[in-house]
């Protein structure tokens, strides 16, 4: 931590802020009186949350491990590549995804580094738009933290949709798995995807106070789901020839090369780690999360990367004949590691146990989908982002969960899934804002920190000298607990630039070089739809209400 360094030009003062009076930019919302019978942790994160002006609302119920089981289990990793592998097959082969994997990996390191600096800064459920309006100058701050707001929206928004219908599309490949004759329809799929759903919606809000508890045993489930599949695969599946697996490059995508097919492949492993951030906007309810929250998802990292390192190559060797596994049933609905799986033991009940495993984990990764989702819009919606602010950010008194902010999520979702019943390919692509729309508000984020570090004539405050208001949109700046110092973390920052820029780019390309309407790629006309639709509601209503973070008091 380089808190006491005064001559660093890495952060420091936009507008020394002493006391809490009110600049003509801010607003200031009364909130409900605290309990008087607090522990000394919450009387240290409720000072915590009001330097950055804003009112303990949420309980706090998460610690380490539960936060951690939160992390893993909306990563899934292994999980995803077991289901996604395949869409790195056509581009890049084996070899493609193993190398592949290692460099969305890495990349993901970078970028969480570099955002966890920022959540230890200000943890709040904003996350991204708060860091931008904190970070920005003043002349584009309003604007440039409602876009990064938007952002974080749509992409949670497709985030939890597409992991809702993905999950119950596993449940018809089961069928089809036990079934050879079983056709499945899209209006099952829709049905299933809002059984998945309504569990999310029954454990964010009846039984919200087990959150934390479930998400700990769901780590557990995690962890020896995943040696529950392995051990079986490698034990009794073929295996594969070694060089052959990796050195195996194939361009099926019709590419001038194998490196831009390589680039191209990378999007199902870049996949497998969207939902990174998810912790960051459970920071109101986490004890101490400016400590917490950067341990758990960095942690989070390593067990989700190892495990899907592990997974990835074990699917590769094993597969057998993919050509099968394709055109098998559960195949032609997308999951043709149903079928592998079948062929490894060569038992449809064992397989299908396996294929359980995955789908329980998937539905349980909704669920804290749902939870980060509707914390963004009532984060956002608290600070007057969103139509209708003033409902989407009351707290139930009972529960201490944003109700209305899970049910305009919850309907949203089911809006969106009605599009399925006419068109997968067009849900696919309404709900393919994930890694375009995450992925630009870390990059808004991640340029911001770079300008605000290397630029000149900034000082730290000294830590015995804190301001009352800090870390917010027009006050001081202050390194948290988690911190890179010097010309490390201006390296650091500088790789989660170019690693957002490469993904972000290559996220809007089809798979194949001359694509036909059916595979094209149009996660370009939605997400610039989103941020065409963000910037004309900023000039023609937002800007009239919203002015960045509101200081509450």
Known sequence: MAGSDTSSHELGNLASVKGVEAKDTRIFVEGEPHSQVVSKNEHYDNDQLARLGKKQVLRRNFGFMTILGFSCTILITWEAVTVLFAQGLNNGGTAGLIYSFIFVWAGNFSVF?????????????????????????RSCSKFLSYLTGWLTVGGWQGSVASSALLTGNMILGMASLNNDSFVPQLWQGTL??????????????????????????????????????????????????????????????GWPSQGLSFMVGMMGNAFAFVGTDAAFHMSEETVNPSVVVPRSILLSLVINGACGFAMLVAMVFCMGNFDDAISSGPGMLGF?????????????????????????????????????????????????????????????????????????????????????????????????????????????????????RTTKGFSLPDASDLPAIANTAGAELVWGPFHLPGAFGIANNVLTICYLIVVGFFSFWPPVSNPTPDVMNYDIVVTGFLVIFSILYYLFWAKKEYNGPVVER
């Open 113 to 137: 580094t570099t955002m966890s600096e920022l959540v230890s800064m200000a943890p709040t459920s904003g996350g991204q738009y708060h860091w931008v309006a904190m970070l920005a100058p």
């Open 192 to 253: 299933l995807f809002w059984v998945i759903l309504l569990f999310a919606v029954f454990i964010n809000t009846l039984v919200s106070s087990a959150l934390p508890k479930f998400e700990g045993l769901i780590l557990i489930l995690h962890i020896l789901g995943f040696f529950a599949i392995l051990i079986p695969l490698v034990t009794l599946g073929p295996h594969g020839d070694a060089k052959e697996i990796f050195n195996g490059w194939v361009n099926n995508g």
């Open 336 to 452: 043709p590691h149903m079928y592998i799986f079948q062929q490894a033991t060569h038992s449809t009940a064992g397989a299908t146990v396996m294929s359980a495993i995955i789908m329980i984990l998937g539905a349980c990764a909704t669920v804290g989908m749902l939870a980060s989702t509707s914390r963004v819009f009532w984060s956002f919606a608290r600070d007057r982002g969103l139509p209708y602010w003033g409902t989407l950010s009351k707290v139930d008194s009972r529960t201490t969960v944003p109700i209305w902010a899970v049910a305009v999520t919850s309907i949203i979702s089911v809006l969106l899934s009605l599009i399925n019943v006419g068109s997968a390919i067009a849900f696919l692509n309404v709900t393919s804002l994930s890694i375009s729309c995450l992925y630009a508000s870390y990059l808004i984020a991640a340029i911001l920190l770079l300008y605000r």
